[in-house]
């Protein structure tokens, strides 16, 4: 249902460095960078870039999910993450309040958007 999305970030470069490491584990890839008169952007995806971050005032702060086909990828994003700077918003877990099989890991970027890695599998 949705094509892509973004989120302003208030420094490029340490955002760009955080979602290039936290995202890694996940198989997501910065794909395109560029500079407009509007500032520079930075997409992220597999195939196509889905999730961009361009400078702005990081005044609203927003959740993302990211797929993970498996719980070890949500444990290895929560580490990259981590490592990249990002702030512990809940370890990798179950989450049964959401359903039984969902597995997943919260961490704030650099600009405290909640960033989370979820498996939807048993495994």
């Known amino acids: 249902m949705i094509d892509h999305m973004g989120i302003s970030v208030t420094d490029m470069d340490r955002a760009r460095a955080f979602y290039v490491r936290a995202l890694a584990p996940l198989g997501i890839n910065e794909l395109m960078a560029f500079d407009t008169e509007n500032g520079t952007f930075a997409g992220y995806g597999i195939s196509k870039p889905d999730f961009w971050v361009s400078k702005g005032a990081a005044v609203d702060k927003i959740h993302v999910a990211f797929a993970a086909d498996s719980r070890a990828k949500v444990d290895a994003f929560y580490e990259a993450a981590l490592a990249a700077g990002g702030m512990d918003n809940g370890a990798p877990g179950p989450r049964p309040i959401y359903h039984e099989n969902y597995y997943g890991a919260f961490v704030l970027d650099p600009d405290g958007h ?10």
């Open 114 to 123: 909640n960033i989370e890695a979820v498996c939807h599998g048993p495994a």
